[in-house]
């Protein structure tokens, strides 16, 4: 019989698939496969079978191997990461390969290891166990008298089990069960709060509508009450004992929280989450565990949007705004955006949820291309919302950072035994160490930035691309020995306080501090036994927890925000004060917010104090459309780097006159160095290109692409196509 042809996907960066013959493999599409490409051998994933090849028949080679023991990979994953490489202009072998748990790309096989419970069969009898099979005959009492028995229970009854199993197994006198190990199903079941009339109605929106691909926003503030929402909606779609959901969280901190209120809402419902804290093995197991549809619910993290769900009846996107949603680097998708495109290719109902949705989520909400679900109010009765404050700091002097009104009310609170919180998004001692004499500031040599203090490892580093150093004796440029760090960071702040209120227990939350596994839970624990009194820290604390006792939240030093050059920093910092004000007062003490800031009457200050996120949102997209921004127009980067800028610049140049030459109705701007000039020791550039809709910007780039990958310089320069780019 002559052999079939394979078209297998490789991660190798080339848009294409490769021919292999099947080498009398009775292999299936989606299998995976071993070849030597080149000449290495690597993994492949089959996408098609034919009966031709364009390739001459002598050059075809076999594949060497293939893994038909394993469950394929479904034509969905397939389907979506096609879609990927277009929109994302990526090779689609490298799109497909990437997005399988590692173990899946390595040529060593994959063994996951897989858990079997056994029975008796219904022919079984003592008397076909010979008398001196002792251990065999034990196994059958117990299996006798106990019905079922797990591996474990078996262990329990010999060491030699697995033997005397396997031989009653061909012998005909057990059967074996898998059971999926690592599919824990919960006895505890915890209490339902009855849903207010803003969940009911918004859960009956949705259960109600008739099936079919739909997008709800379920917009509501901090403890207003969403999870509770997907825990019923997760509860109602999934009630006839079919169907898969797919939860999204921009991040791996808050998986194990609502992991762990998700198993106790739904102990009977096998969960599984997915993020990079896994080991392989881990990641692996749950994986095979979503695609075999035995787990019901699947949380991850953003690459877990292409896990093969063979019955997915639902997905959700918590915290929807988030930028961890979308990768940077690599394929630079946006899981938000391909969970939309994935609900749609299944045609199910998609629920994106925030207190803040991103100005896109809520342009389309405005124009009817999604319905809005609204939270309007805390669920709990009497956690009312927190009282926001400016404290004009042109008015106020600072002290070490610090204005009076902020430290008195902090005092307070630990006079009342109540917990404060103090955010500052920057790490470190000082953000620059500034010569008092010549004005120098220590920069990095790698990259345009500048060296931040790190004054107890006595040690500048570049928080860009890791370089370290001592700090420096004196001025490298006129000698003087008066160094001063400059600015605050979450370290000297922490030191501040420490001086001000010594009998204060004071916690530091930022990557510094909370490197060691774990660090993170056990500064949630201490929080929680009121071992704390002040919390100092950036962003990291600003999300999903959960303080009851935390009652004063105060806000510094944010104003280089309102003023950035970035036409989202506004949208973001509106969205990062929202959540940190929403750590304050969430059980029965009311809450307060102080925010130091010189433009305290700016408008987003105004509409923060209202906790007016439509108002907000309604200003920046009128910005937005005055500007021809997104959402009202659609952008993409090519983004270049090289060791030599010349280089950068020609390439770029290249591809504007090239794109120009392409004749869409496509705005193609001048290459520009981008904002960070160097990192890394690489000089950079980018080229922007704009569209008023995305057909156009799409054939552009699918035919730039096509041409920069043949140009002398690709091999010389690292690029890439950042399709709705976040970072400019
Ligand atoms: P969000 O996800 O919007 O932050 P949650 O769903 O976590 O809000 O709800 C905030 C708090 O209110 C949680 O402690 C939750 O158990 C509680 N809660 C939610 N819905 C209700 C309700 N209908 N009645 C009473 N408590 C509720
Ligand atoms: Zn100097
Ligand atoms: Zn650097």
């Known amino acids: 019989m002559p052999q079939s042809i394979l078209k297998i996907a490789l991660d190798v960066p080339l848009d294409k698939l490769f021919d292999y013959l099947d080498g009398g ?20 994933l089959v996408v098609a079978k034919a009966a031709e090849s364009d390739v001459p028949a002598n050059k075809l080679r076999a594949i060497e191997h293939a893994y038909l023991d394993e469950p394929v990979v479904d ?36 063994v996951s290891r897989r858990q079997f419970a056994y029975t008796l069969t219904a ?24 019905g079922e028995l797990n591996e474990t229970a078996m262990a329990a009854i010999s060491a ?73 909606l997760i509860a109602q779609f999934l009630k006839d004992n079919a169907g898969q959901v797919l939860v999204l969280v921009p991040e791996i901190n808050l998986t194990p929280q609502l992991e762990a209120r998700f198993r106790s809402r739904l102990p009977q419902l096998p969960l599984v989450s997915l993020h990079s804290n896994l080991n392989e093995g881990e990641r692996l197991q749950n994986w095979r565990l979503a695609q075999s ?49 994935r609900a749609q290719h299944s045609d199910i109902p998609i629920v994106l949820g925030s207190a803040t949705p991103a100005l896109e989520t809520w342009h389309n909400a405005r124009t009817g291309k999604y319905e809005v679900l609204a939270l309007t109010n805390r669920a709990v009765a009497k956690a009312a919302l927190p009282q926001i404050r400016c404290i004009d700091t042109t008015r106020n002097m600072l002290h070490e950072g610090l204005s009076d009104i ?119 624990a201490a929080v929680h036994a009121d071992e704390i009194d002040i919390l100092v820290g950036t962003q990291m604390l600003a999300k999903g927890h959960d303080f009851p006792n935390l009652t004063l939240v105060g806000v510094i030093d944010t104003d280089s925000a309102l003023f950035s050059p970035d036409f989202r920093a506004a949208e973001r910092l509106f969205s990062q004060l929202m959540q940190v004000a929403g750590r304050a007062g969430r059980a029965d003490k009311p809450g307060e917010v102080l925010i130091q800031t010189a433009f305290p009457d700016h408008v987003l200050f105004n509409a923060l104090r209202e906790q007016d996120y439509p108002a907000f949102a309604n200003t920046l997209l009128q910005e937005r459309e005055l500007m021809q921004f997104p959402p009202h127009s659609y952008i993409a980067l090519l983004k270049a780097e090289a060791n030599d800028y010349a280089l950068v610049q020609r390439f770029l140049r290249f591809a504007a006159d090239t794109a120009h030459g392409l ?51 690709n091999v010389k320069i690292r690029w890439a196509v950042d399709v709705d780019p976040l970072e400019f």
Not at 85 to 101: E, R, T
Not at 309 to 338: F, N, T
């Open 25 to 44: 493999f009775d292999v299936a599409t989606g299998q995976r496969v071993l070849v030597t490409f080149g000449r290495r051998r690597q993994i492949g």
């Open 75 to 110: 034509s969905q994953v397939f389907r979506l990461l096609r879609f990927c490489a277009d929109y994302y202009q990526y090779p689609f072998g490298q799109a497909l390969l990437s997005s399988l748990p590692a173990r899946l790309r390595q040529t060593e096989p994959a």
């Open 123 to 146: 022919s079984a009898t003592l008397e076909a166990i010979p008398g001196r099979k002792v251990v065999q005959r034990r196994v059958f009492s117990a299996l006798a008298e106990h």
């Open 160 to 232: 030699g089990w697995r033997k005397a199993v396997q031989e009653m197994l061909s012998a005909g006198l057990v059967q074996a069960r898998e059971v999926p190990a690592g599919l824990r199903t919960e006895a505890r079941h915890s209490a339902e709060p009855e849903l207010n009339p803003d969940q009911t109605r918004s859960i009956e929106a949705v259960t109600g509508n008739p099936a079919g691909f739909k997008t709800w926003l379920l917009h509501g503030i901090t403890g207003s009450g969403k999870t509770e929402v997907y825990i019923r």
């Open 293 to 341: 549809g035995m787990a019901r619910i699947v949380i991850g993290t953003r690459l877990s949007v292409f896990t093969p769900l063979p019955d997915l009846r639902l997905v959700i996107v918590d915290e929807e705004h988030d930028a961890s949603y979308k990768q940077q680097d690599g394929m630079r998708y946006h899981a938000r955006d391909i969970a939309l495109v």
């Open 406 to 524: 902020l430290v008195d009310a902090m005092r307070e609170r630990l006079a009342r035994g109540e917990q404060s919180l103090l955010f500052i998004n920057r790490r470190g001692y000082a953000p620059v160490l500034l010569c008092s004499a010549c004005y120098w500031i220590a920069p990095c040599m790698r990259c345009s930035a500048r060296l931040v203090v790190h004054l107890r490892q006595g040690r500048l580093r570049c928080h860009h691309c890791g370089h370290e150093q001592k700090i420096p004796p004196a001025c490298p440029s006129c000698g003087n020995t008066d160094l001063h760090p400059t600015g605050h960071g979450t370290q000297r702040l922490e030191q501040t306080l420490a001086a001000l209120m010594p009998e204060a227990r004071i916690l530091r939350v930022d990557r510094d501090s909370m490197q060691r596994k774990n660090a993170l839970n056990e500064m949630l």
């Open 663 to 713: 004749g869409e109705k496509v705005t193609v701007y001048d290459p520009v160095r981008s904002q960070m000039e160097r990192l890394k020791g690489m000089e950079r550039g980018q080229l922007m290109m704009q569209a008023n809709s995305r057909q156009p910007l799409q054939r552009l780039l699918r035919h730039l692409v096509a041409r920069l990958r043949e140009h002398p310089l």
